[in-house]
């Protein structure tokens, strides 16, 4: 499972977002890097970057990419969101990092936890091998378990309140 997860779970979402935006094939690597980089903790091979400026190089990148397709539409979702005329730049950008980020981060969790599931019950494989109608549901039920999202943590960098709610540093 541990290799699934540092190996396939980044490869396989990365590449169908970036296929479904319009990103260059020749780009895609250095997307899925940055996006790594920027939202899963300090990555050794950018030891001269931080995660903010890994984020900010991918929105330059989408909004190149946006100017790109204003001049030569494609048959991507950057394109649909550039003809989008209620849509401005910055708003089209910021779509584009919205579904790269969410595309990305929370599917590759939930491949992730398909194959640990699979691998602490293999009657689960078993089932769908036998009764193949039932993979919408047993997919379904699969992401629910893994709850992605559930497992993002926020620490907060110093003392604060939010309502009446004391909330400590760390």
């Given at each position: ?12 979402p ?21 996006t ?22 991918m ?53 992730a ?47 604060t ?6 909330i400590r540093?760390?």
């Open positions: 499972v541990t290799d699934i997860a540092r190996t396939l779970g980044p490869r396989i990365a590449a169908t977002v970036c296929g479904i935006l319009g990103v260059p094939l020749r780009s895609r690597e250095r997307m899925i890097a940055l790594n980089h920027a939202f899963g903790g300090e990555d050794p091979d950018f030891a001269a970057m931080t995660p903010l400026e890994a984020h900010v190089e929105l330059d990148f989408f909004g190149e990419l946006a100017e790109q397709r204003a001049h030569d539409p494609r048959e991507d979702l950057v394109t649909a969101l550039v003809r989008d005329e209620s849509l401005g730049h910055d708003e089209v950008v910021r779509n584009c990092d919205n579904v790269l980020i969410g595309g990305n981060e929370t599917t590759r969790h939930a491949l936890g398909v194959f640990h599931a699979i691998a602490l019950d293999p009657t689960v494989l078993e089932h769908v091998r036998r009764d193949p109608e039932d993979i919408d549901a047993v997919v379904d039920e699969l992401v629910r378990w893994t709850s992605p999202a559930a497992h993002v943590l926020r620490v907060a960098t110093s003392d309140t939010i309502g009446d709610e004391q540093e760390g």
